[in-house]
């Protein structure tokens, strides 16, 4: 009922860029309700975390370990959102998630995920 693809990811060198986009597909009456969409990664032995998070107002937040590298921004009436990397490092190396969540928590979807290699 809805569907959410990465896309942009690749290989890269340390201090190079990349642009992750995600996109909403579905029901347009469940793709309405979706407050916020995050991105997420997941590097080999780590956990899943959250890397940034925007609201449908606009509201951003960041992980420490990339702020002021990332940007997160949305376009509500496309239904995308987009993850600017730049500056990017071998610690960026992860696969990315795009995850949506639906007002008051109901429900949550996930993308299938990018990959974003950055040699040294």
């Known amino acids: 009922q809805v569907q959410l693809v990465e896309s942009g990811g690749g290989l890269v060198q340390a201090g190079g860029s990349l642009r992750l986009s995600c996109a909403v597909s579905?029901?347009?009456?469940?793709?309405?309700?979706?407050?916020?969409i995050g991105w997420y990664r997941q590097a080999p032995g780590k956990q899943r975390e959250l890397v940034a998070d925007i609201s449908s107002g606009g509201s951003t937040n960041y992980a420490d370990s990339v702020k002021g590298r990332f940007t997160i921004s949305r376009d509500n009436a496309k239904n995308t959102v987009s993850l600017q990397m730049n500056n990017l490092k071998p610690e960026d190396t992860a696969l990315y998630y795009c995850k949506a969540v639906a007002r008051l928590g109901i429900s949550n979807y996930w993308g299938q995920g990018t990959q974003v290699t950055v040699s040294s």
């Open positions: 579905g029901t347009t009456f469940l793709i309405n309700r979706i407050d916020v």
